[in-house]
């Protein structure tokens, strides 16, 4: 084995500059993302964790502004109802109109689609979050930002969009793209604050 120098042992790998500087992106320019650096993205989580080997994760790629710009209507509609319902503030048309346009910014998205009659039940959305990581990561990696996208963008409006069949359900949407600008990472608790050994008190 290969002794490490003292500057490659305090030295962090790649990997770990990765991590640190991964945020999530909301707003982005719309230069495009080249295909090349779309397929290394999706192959990281094509070699995601996933259980039994079962790969119940399908990724669907969409760049059609069309189909995104009905989505976003969809979704803004779909907003002022939810939010009346529940009986929160509605925001006035504008202020919900820039939310989305800047949720739709990117020049493409990922929906982490995962297969409900794959073998090993109850553990496909999990497969899904783990590859939506992988996907996160490896973007960052290649000087792209991301989101993980849920709520915001309800599945249900996806499915029907984007004729996703009834098989699959999605684990998030996210958008790819070079971000108008990076955002301060937001303050994180100290890691003793969140790490106990052998008991948790």
């Known amino acids: ?12 790998p790649p990997f770990f500059e990765v991590v640190e500087k991964r945020v999530s992106v909301r707003r982005y320019k719309p230069d495009p993302v080249p295909q090349v650096h779309l397929e290394k993205i999706l192959n990281s989580a094509r070699l995601a964790p996933n259980s039994g080997n079962q790969q119940a994760c399908r990724y669907l790629v969409v760049r059609d502004r069309e189909k995104l710009d009905k989505l976003k209507e969809d979704c803004i509609k779909t907003r002022e109802s939810v939010l009346r319902a529940r009986g929160d503030e509605v925001p006035d048309e504008e202020t919900l109109r820039k939310h989305y346009n800047d949720v739709f910014s990117a020049p493409l998205y990922i929906l982490v689609l995962v297969d409900k009659t794959a073998r090993y039940k109850g553990y496909e959305d999990k497969d899904g979050s783990i590859a939506a990581c992988h996907i996160m990561l490896a973007a960052r990696a290649m000087g792209y930002g991301t989101v993980f996208y849920t709520d915001s963008v309800p599945e249900e409006l996806c499915m029907k969009n984007f004729d996703i069949p009834e098989k699959y359900s999605r684990t998030c949407m996210i958008p790819v793209g070079v971000p108008e600008s990076w955002p301060e990472r937001r303050n994180r608790l100290p890691l003793d604050e969140l790490v106990f050994y052998e008991k948790i008190t």
């Open 1 to 12: 084995m290969t002794n490490r120098t003292t500057d490659e042992e305090t030295r962090d």
